[in-house]
C-alpha cells in the first residue's frame, strides 16, 4: 500500500509515509496498524480498491489529528521551559530589573531584580514581593499598564513599573529608576531658586542706594553719597563675581565627560596662580613648595581656576598673620597631590560633607562680607573630576583647614 500514488488537491504524493509526521506518539502505531489490515481485507472482499484508498487516508488523517493534538501540550510544555531558559539568559545581565510571572507568581528575576527585591522571590506570589498598594493595583489589573510607584524599597526612591501581558497567563515587569531624574530636577529646582536669591540680594542693595542718591542728589552729605556709590560698588563687584562664577560652573559642567589631552606643568602653574590668588598683600604669607618637576594631562586654564579658589578660600578664612602653605607630593609613580592648607578657625565636621554643594556656606555673613560667592568649592570638584582626580577635605577647629587634590600624571594608567 506504501507505493500506491494518488493526487489530492492538486499535489502528487508518492507514499502513504509520506504523511507520517516527523514526530508523532508511539501509542498510535496499534491504530495504524489495524487500518492497513482493516483495509487489506476490505480489498480482499472484492471492495473497489479507490474506495479502499479513500477510507483508509480518512481513518489515517483521523488517527494523526488525534495524535498530534495529543502532543500540543507536552510540545508547549518543552517550549515554555526552552523559552523561559533563553528570556532568563537574555535578561540576567541587563541593568533594568526585570520579572517574569506566570498567573502572578514569579517565574523569572534577572540579578538587578534579585538585587532590588531579594533573592527569595523566586516562586513568590508578585504581589507579596512588591508589597506596594500602587504596585498590587497594577498587578490586578485586567490590562497591563504602568504605575509611577514611591518608596518601593527605600523611602525616597521612585520607580515605573510597566507591565506587559502575554499569552499562557505569563506577565513581564519592568523597573525602570526615576529617582535619579527626580533629584536631579529638584537639584534644577534648588539651583534656580538660590541662583536668583543670591542675585536678588546685591540687586536690591544697587537699587535701593541709587533710588535714595536719585531723590537726595542735591542735598545729600558728600561724605554719605561717597559712602552709598562705594556700598554701590562693592555690591556691583560681589554680582560680578557671582555671574562669572556661575559662568566658570557652567563650562565646567558642560566639559566635564571632554577629556582634556594638553600636557601641563603643574609646578609651574602652582606656583604662579598661588601668587596670583594672594595679591600683593599676601605675596609673603604664600609657603609654596614643589617636591619634584609635575606634568598632567588638563585643561590649564581651569587648573589655574582650582589653585586660585583653593589659596582665595584659605586666605579668606584663615588666620590674618598665618602663612598658607601649598604643597605639590608624588602619590606613588602615578599621582600627585596638591594640598592647601591654611591655619585658621577650622570648620566643624558636620559641614564638611556638605562643602562642595552650590551655594553652601558655614558662615554666610562671613562668606558674603569677603566677597565669597558659594560656588567656589563647588568649581573646584567639578574640575577635579574632569581631570579625574580626587578631594579630600580635612579641618580640625583652632587648628584650621587643609584640602587635598590628587590628580593622575601625564602618561600615567588611573
Same mark, same amino acid.
Given at each position: ?334 599621582? $600627585? ?67 587635598? $587634590? ?9
Amino acid at each position: 500500500m506504501a507505493g500506491v500514488h494518488f493526487a489530492t488537491g492538486g499535489r502528487s504524493i508518492t507514499s502513504l509515509s509520506a504523511l507520517l509526521p516527523m514526530r508523532f506518539n508511539s501509542s498510535l502505531l496499534p491504530a495504524l496498524a489495524l487500518a492497513f489490515v482493516a483495509a487489506f481485507l476490505m480489498a480482499v472482499g472484492g471492495i473497489q480498491l479507490t474506495i479502499v484508498l479513500a477510507v483508509l487516508l480518512v481513518w489515517i488523517g483521523s488517527i494523526l489529528l488525534i495524535g498530534t493534538t495529543a502532543l500540543e501540550p507536552a510540545a508547549g510544555n518543552k517550549l515554555s521551559e526552552f523559552s523561559a531558559d533563553r528570556m532568563s539568559g537574555l535578561v540576567e545581565h541587563s541593568e533594568t530589573p526585570v520579572v517574569v510571572t506566570r498567573r502572578q507568581r514569579i517565574l523569572i528575576a534577572n540579578s538587578s531584580a534579585r538585587k532590588l527585591l531579594g533573592g527569595h522571590i523566586i516562586d513568590q506570589d508578585v504581589r507579596i514581593a512588591l508589597r506596594h498598594p500602587k504596585a498590587v493595583q497594577l498587578i490586578e489589573s485586567e490590562d497591563g499598564g504602568s504605575a509611577l510607584i514611591r518608596g518601593l524599597v527605600r523611602r525616597q526612591d521612585i520607580w515605573q513599573i510597566n507591565r506587559k501581558l502575554l499569552d499562557g497567563g505569563l506577565g513581564v515587569f519592568e523597573f525602570i529608576n526615576r529617582t535619579a531624574e527626580a533629584d536631579i530636577s529638584r537639584a534644577h529646582t534648588d539651583f534656580v531658586a538660590n541662583a536668583s536669591h543670591e542675585l536678588r540680594t546685591p540687586l536690591a542693595s544697587i537699587i535701593g542706594y541709587v533710588e535714595t542718591l536719585q531723590e537726595d542728589v542735591e542735598d545729600l552729605d558728600p561724605k554719605m553719597a561717597a559712602s552709598f556709590l562705594n556700598t554701590i560698588e562693592t555690591e556691583a563687584k560681589r554680582l560680578q563675581s557671582l555671574v562669572s562664577d556661575l559662568m566658570s560652573l557652567s563650562r565646567v559642567e558642560a566639559e566635564k565627560h571632554d577629556q582634556p589631552s594638553d600636557i601641563v606643568d603643574l609646578s609651574k602653574l602652582t606656583e604662579r596662580a598661588a601668587l596670583d590668588a594672594a595679591g600683593p598683600r599676601n605675596k609673603d604669607r604664600v609657603d609654596f613648595e614643589s617636591h619634584g618637576d609635575f606634568k598632567v594631562s588638563g585643561d590649564q586654564q581651569q587648573l589655574e581656576q582650582l589653585i586660585r579658589n583653593l589659596v582665595d578660600n584659605a586666605f579668606n578664612y584663615g588666620a590674618a598673620d598665618k602663612p598658607v602653605t601649598v604643597r605639590l607630593q608624588p602619590q606613588g609613580e602615578k599621582r $600627585v597631590r596638591l594640598s592647601v592648607k591654611d591655619r585658621g578657625e577650622g570648620i566643624p565636621p558636620e559641614h564638611i560633607p556638605h562643602l562642595t554643594r552650590r551655594f553652601y556656606r558655614t558662615d554666610p555673613g562671613r562668606s558674603r562680607a569677603s566677597g565669597g560667592t558659594g560656588l567656589g568649592l563647588a568649581i573646584v570638584k567639578h574640575i577635579v573630576e574632569r581631570h579625574g582626580g580626587r578631594m579630600m577635605i580635612d579641618s580640625k577647629l583652632g587648628q584650621g583647614t587643609q584640602v587635598k $587634590v590628587t590628580l593622575p600624571l601625564a602618561c600615567s594608567k588611573k
